[in-house]
């Protein structure tokens, strides 16, 4: 089953045109991460994904539907998205903040319910962060607050999740943190996530599927292994690297290289020989 | 919750006592006259203003997301005067009844001039262009004001009482009207608690959780233009109770729309009687107008809120 599809989508700002008729699906179920250099778009896509950034031509189909045949809140109850940069919110308690994820699922006909207090719980314990609900978001450290996002988008109970950069910012042990907990919320719930990354290496130790962007295009789609290749690497980021198993899980390790150790075609076979004896 | 607004429901009864105790003094004559004929009249209006003033100021702060917004941003009270202003100066009106109709229109017409300039340019997603729209606006309207009324005495000596703010002189005859506005001002304010509260996660966030931004601007908008043009058709312009009411009710009730929004408006009665009678208090004879007593206490109360509690960032 597809979860989101984009169909010929045409993407863009004022005068500049992002993609000029991109495809993609994403499978229900999946953790699937979009890469690429600054600018390549990964954010713009995932806007579309959730309705933010409205396509110039193409369209969206969320769960087989197309976005523009269903209402905002329709879709609120479907999919969620986390923002890059969201506002945190004045003299607010992190359970009152979480509680707002409940907001698609209330109208003035259907109030606040035992039920709804009962999801937000759920959202606070997955998170781990029954012990401060009541403290001031403002109050929290970085990773804290992160995870409070996580738990207000947890709270809207959507089968899609969409996460811009939900690691930046975070130091290493915090971004670790977030990253198993939407493991965690993938492998209990089946939520399909979508997310923005920018540290390549955790994004393969997360994710089923990578998906490179560059210049309007899909440059590369597939398993980890499959999609961080030097190649890759090289026309995406204009980067020299090396791409190494991880001693610990296996997932590829992108070592990127000094400009004077050697050239690019070197470690390109280098890393194909590897490749092929790990897969072998 | 419950105490904070039951401290203030105390509060806003002891200022009735000490009304009726300030009455007592005062009357020589007779007690049933000024009570009924004065204190009453002034007490409902005080309240239904003070509550209007304070819902709207913490709307627009939402709305905005600026801590330092009032409903004046919007135009609706330069709105108000210039319309208070072109009666005096082209008609001679001088029933109070007309003036206030007049501040009504001219406040609703400012801010729909303010929100189709704003929404003209790139949309809602921001609330700057409906401040900068409102600001620019405002000063428009402020220079064509002062322009008439330093060109001419009579208007000069009508918009001079106007634009104090007061809630003397008054009678409850023709307010049902505008108090029905502050009403329908209040409920759509309640309609938009919620949006409020969307919108202070930032407009993607509120968007992701099926916010319509259309309509959460549409709505907060018209509460502001409901609840200010009456406020300001009953009392005049009444300044700082937009500004202070929300941080004060901020502090005591939470960042919570459905609760500070009402806490907002009790915070708004209580500043509003309490200037009040210590405008009577301190004026002897002459009364001081309500609106001179909150211009000079309000900046005192809003630096000493800003030295104590550090300011909420929105």
Redesign the interface.
């Known amino acids: 089953m597809i979860a989101v599809e984009a169909e010929r989508l045409r993407l863009g700002y004022e005068q500049k045109v992002v993609f000029d008729g991109i495809d993609l699906r994403i499978a229900q179920g999946s953790v699937t991460t979009l890469i690429g250099a600054n600018g390549c778009g990964k954010s713009t896509l995932l806007?579309a994904f959730?309705?933010?950034l409205a396509p110039l031509d193409g369209q969206v189909r969320l769960d087989g539907r197309p976005l523009r045949a269903m209402?905002?809140?329709q879709?609120?109850?479907r999919l969620?998205?986390?923002?890059q940069?969201?506002?945190t919110?004045?003299?607010?308690?992190v359970r009152?903040?979480v509680m707002?994820?409940r907001?698609?699922h209330?109208s003035l006909l259907r109030p606040w319910t035992p039920d709804d207090a009962g999801i937000v719980d759920a959202a606070l314990a997955a998170t781990g962060l029954t012990e401060v609900a009541d403290r001031d978001v403002n109050t929290l450290s970085g990773g804290q607050l992160q995870r409070a996002w996580v738990a207000?988008?947890l709270a809207?109970q959507t089968p899609t999740i969409l996460l811009d950069e939900p690691t930046t910012f975070l130091d290493l042990s915090h971004q670790l943190e977030v990253l198993r907990l939407v493991r965690r919320i993938n492998a209990e719930q089946g939520t399909t996530i979508v997310m923005v990354l920018h540290d390549l290496s955790l994004a393969a130790r997360f994710s089923d599927r990578l998906v490179v962007l560059h210049e309007g295009q899909v440059l590369a789609d597939g398993t980890p292994w499959q999609v961080l290749t030097p190649q890759v690497l090289a026309t995406a980021f204009g980067l020299e690297a090396q791409v190494i198993a991880d001693p610990v899980t296996g997932s590829p390790l992108v070592i990127p290289l000094e400009p004077s150790a050697g050239s690019l075609a070197s470690s390109v076979v280098r890393d194909e020989s590897e490749q092929l004896v790990r897969l072998g | 919750m419950l105490a904070a607004v039951a401290s203030l429901m105390l509060g806003s009864n002891l200022i009735s006592a000490g009304q009726v105790v300030h009455a007592l003094i005062d009357s020589a004559a007779d007690l049933d006259a000024i009570v009924w004929g004065s204190r009453v009249p002034r007490t409902v209006l005080g309240i239904v203003v003070g509550f209007a003033l304070g819902v709207a100021g913490a709307v627009m702060q939402g709305q905005t997301r600026n801590p330092l917004a009032d409903p004046g941003i919007f135009g609706v009270s330069a709105g108000a005067s210039l319309a208070v202003v072109v009666g005096v100066y082209v008609l001679r009106v001088n029933s109070p009844l007309v003036t206030s109709a007049l501040a009504l229109v001219g406040a609703v017409v400012a801010s729909v001039v303010v929100f189709a300039i704003a929404t003209a340019g790139r949309g809602l997603a921001s609330p700057v262009p409906l401040a900068i729209a409102g600001t620019a606006v405002s000063a428009l309207l402020g220079a064509i004001t002062s322009f008439l009324v330093l060109t001419d005495q009579t208007t000069l000596a009508a918009y001079r009482i106007w634009v104090v703010g007061s809630l003397s002189g008054r009678n409850l005859d023709g307010t049902a009207a505008m108090v029905c506005l502050v009403a329908v001002g209040l409920v759509l304010a309640g309609l938009n608690a919620g949006s409020l509260n969307n919108l202070a996660l930032g407009t993607e966030l509120a968007r992701g959780l099926g916010e319509s931004l259309w309509r959460a601007r549409l709505v907060g908008l018209a509460a502001i233009t409901f609840l200010t043009a009456g406020a300001v058709s009953l009392a005049g312009p009444i300044g700082f109770i937009g500004l202070t009411a929300p941080h004060l009710a901020r502090a005591l009730v939470g960042g919570d729309h459905r609760r500070l929004l009402p806490a907002s408006g009790l915070v708004g009665v209580l500043a509003l009687l309490g200037a009040d009678v210590i405008g009577r208090l301190i004026g002897g004879q002459a009364e001081v107008a309500v609106g001179v007593v909150l211009a000079t206490l309000g900046g005192v109360v809003f630096v000493v809120i800003v030295r104590r509690a550090k300011l909420v960032a929105l």
């Not at chain 1, 969620?80 to 923002?83: D, E, K, N, R, T």
């Not at chain 1, 919110?89 to 308690?93: F, I, L, Q, R």
């Open positions: 806007k959730g309705r933010l209402s905002t809140t879709i609120a109850r969620a998205i986390l923002p940069k969201p506002l919110p004045a003299a607010t308690s009152d903040l707002r994820g907001h698609p209330q207000l988008v809207q």
